[in-house]
């Protein structure tokens, strides 16, 4: 396990927060500027490719933009001072049109740490319950 853990556990929380306030200028800030993200079929090499790609998935539904993307806890492998592979477990849910938006999983990466801030070098995302969208009942 790196010495910094902690780093880690704060690189996926940005993460979420950046997802969960669309924030594409924080989100190109955790991954390398060559960084690889992978989701399914999707893929895309870089960081603006990376906001690109993510954008669509994290649209405002009109008039809401309460949504919650969590993960945790981060598992460490294969660690060293400047480089490790990690994943976390993760939840989404999102208020949307006509229900809400949920889906879990885990995301897999290498991360590396230059200058003392980890950043994302590869993620690969890997859906257990794809995101779909659940009908809320009315009380």
Do not use: K
């Not at 960081?47 to 954008?55: E, M, T, Y």
């Not at 477990?89 to 879990?104: I, M, S, T, Y």
């Amino acid at each position: 396990m790196p010495a910094d853990h902690e780093g880690l556990d704060a690189l996926y929380q940005r993460y979420c927060d950046a997802v969960d306030r669309r924030d594409g200028p924080a989100l190109a800030e955790l991954f390398e500027p060559d960084a690889r993200f992978a989701n399914g079929d999707s893929s895309a090499v870089g960081r603006d490719a990376i906001v690109a790609l993510l954008a669509p998935s994290t649209p405002r539904p009109a008039g809401s933009s309460r949504r919650r993307h969590r993960v945790g806890p981060v598992d460490v492998a294969d660690a060293g001072p400047e480089r490790a592979r990690s994943s976390a477990r993760f939840l989404f849910v999102a208020e949307g049109d006509g229900g809400l938006r949920a889906g879990a999983g885990r995301y897999v990466d290498v991360v590396a740490r230059s200058a003392g801030v980890w950043r994302f070098v590869e993620r690969s995302v890997e859906l257990d319950i794809p995101v779909a969208t659940v009908a809320l009942l009315e009380p």
